[in-house]
């Protein structure tokens, strides 16, 4: 059993690899997001702010970007978009649905940074909004990476 | 149990790689403040060392893999590669000298090599 699963035809590991890069680097980007946002609140500086807005912006989405349409590629090189087993709508779920997320959180980051330039400290309300959205898509992604990794059912 | 060691292996992996992101934004010219440079070591030394240790115990559990197997070797010899030059990023970045962004792209490389044998693993 053990042995099955760690076989896997070579067709699959150019877009598995471009699918865990695109999912590594946005988890790391949001965690960027995160922490660094997390204490703009308390007299964050401008450059902090800006940091969450362009971490959103030039690295998070590009990276769901890539991790999804790997995840598609993926999913039609191992014959699964037919019928797709749970996991596999589970991931899609996950990835969609904090797409919304992630979008919402970079218009309030591109707020904030322009309200920190105008002296609100740290951005104000609207980088503790983006905190928490970045936290619940953290949240789902490590739900996504438990289904990908078990594939339950 | 099969499943459970991968989903680990694969989170101590991701910290690992969430460590190269943030360090990375520091490579480009963007001060994120000590608190977040203080979370991407803590996620380099428990994703570092999960990588390894559940790494290990996954090539001995899995029927097909042995622990003398040439990608496997390559990836504890790339790993001990990203964890110096880690470890150099972290005191260079801390010392403030000018090599810290150099060390910190090959740390980076390191890392994505690791990913490579991976998802490749040649000879297995």
């Known amino acids: 059993m053990t042995l099955l699963a760690a076989i896997r035809p070579d067709d699959w590991n150019l877009p598995l690899f471009l699918h865990l890069l695109g999912a590594m680097t946005l988890v790391g980007a949001l965690l960027l997001v995160a922490v660094s946002l997390a204490g703009a609140g308390r007299g964050g500086s401008v450059a902090t702010v800006r940091?969450?807005?362009?971490?959103?912006?030039?690295?998070a989405l590009p990276a769901w970007i890539l991790m999804r349409g790997t995840a598609?590629?993926?999913?039609?090189?191992e014959n699964l978009d037919e019928d797709p087993p749970e996991w596999v709508d589970l991931g899609y779920l996950i990835s969609e649905s904090t797409l919304l997320l992630l979008i919402g959180a970079t218009v309030c980051a591109g707020l904030a940074a322009r309200r920190a330039r105008r002296g609100v400290v740290g951005g104000g309300g609207l980088s503790?909004?983006?905190?928490?959205?970045?936290?619940?898509?953290l949240v789902a992604y490590l739900v996504a990476i438990w289904a990908m990794a078990t594939k339950p059912s | 149990?099969?499943?459970?060691?991968?989903?680990?292996?694969?989170?101590?992996?991701?910290?690992?790689?969430?460590?190269?992101v943030m360090y990375s934004a520091v490579a480009l010219g963007a001060s994120p403040g000590t608190p977040t440079i203080r979370v991407a070591d803590a996620l380099w030394n428990i994703g570092g060392l999960g990588t390894l240790i559940l790494g290990i115990w996954l090539a001995l559990y899995v029927d097909g893999y042995e622990i003398w197997d040439g990608w496997i070797l390559g990836a504890i010899a790339v790993w001990l590669i990203a964890t110096g030059t880690g470890e150099r990023a972290r005191t260079e970045l801390a010392e403030r000298t000018g090599g810290f962004a150099a060390v910190h792209w090959v740390?980076?490389?390191?890392?994505?090599?690791?990913?490579?044998?991976?998802?490749?693993?040649?000879?297995?």
């Open chain 2, 1 to 20: 149990m099969y499943d459970w060691l991968l989903f680990l292996h694969l989170l101590a992996a991701f910290m690992v790689a969430a460590t190269a």
């Open chain 2, 107 to 124: 740390r980076t490389l390191a890392v994505l090599g690791l990913l490579v044998l991976m998802v490749w693993k040649p000879g297995a």
């Open chain 1, 128 to 137: 503790r909004a983006v905190v928490v959205l970045v936290a619940i898509s």
């Open chain 1, 51 to 59: 940091l969450g807005f362009r971490a959103l912006l030039f690295a």
């Open chain 1, 72 to 77: 598609q590629w993926l999913e039609s090189e």
